[in-house]
Nanobody, 122 residues
């Protein structure tokens, strides 16, 4: 069984910074795309940023220039550096990854973390 565990959420004032981290564990053969999504109260989950294995990035327009996604392929981790945070960034942030594992046959599974809350006060 594979899982993703996020850390780094919390309360920050507008204009501040936070760094989210996500670590994958379990029987992992490879990880394809990794990324971050968020869900604000009363809204649908939305993409924040993704990063492919060959380091191609994709960002939501609302976070471009403020957020940076990075990953360590050897350690199976992905981070999200969030700068110049705004109240509208308040949400539960979820880590996502496409993980090659035995389930029970060798296949890619889409795995989600449990989420970490980011609250930005004005």
């Amino acid at each position: 069984q594979v899982q993703l565990v996020e850390s780094g959420g919390g309360l920050v004032q507008a204009g501040g910074s936070l760094r989210l981290s996500c670590a994958a564990s379990g029987r992992i053969f490879s990880i394809n795309d990794m990324g971050w999504y968020r869900q604000a109260p009363g809204k649908q989950r939305e993409l924040v940023a993704t990063l492919t294995r060959d380091h191609t990035t994709n960002y939501a327009d609302s976070v471009k220039g403020r957020f940076t996604i990075s990953r360590d392929i050897a350690k199976n981790t992905v981070d999200l550096q969030m700068n110049d945070l705004k109240p509208e960034d308040t949400a539960v942030y979820y880590c996502n990854a496409q993980i090659l594992t035995m389930a029970p046959l060798l296949q890619y599974l889409e795995v989600w973390g449990q989420g970490t809350l980011v609250t930005v006060s004005s």
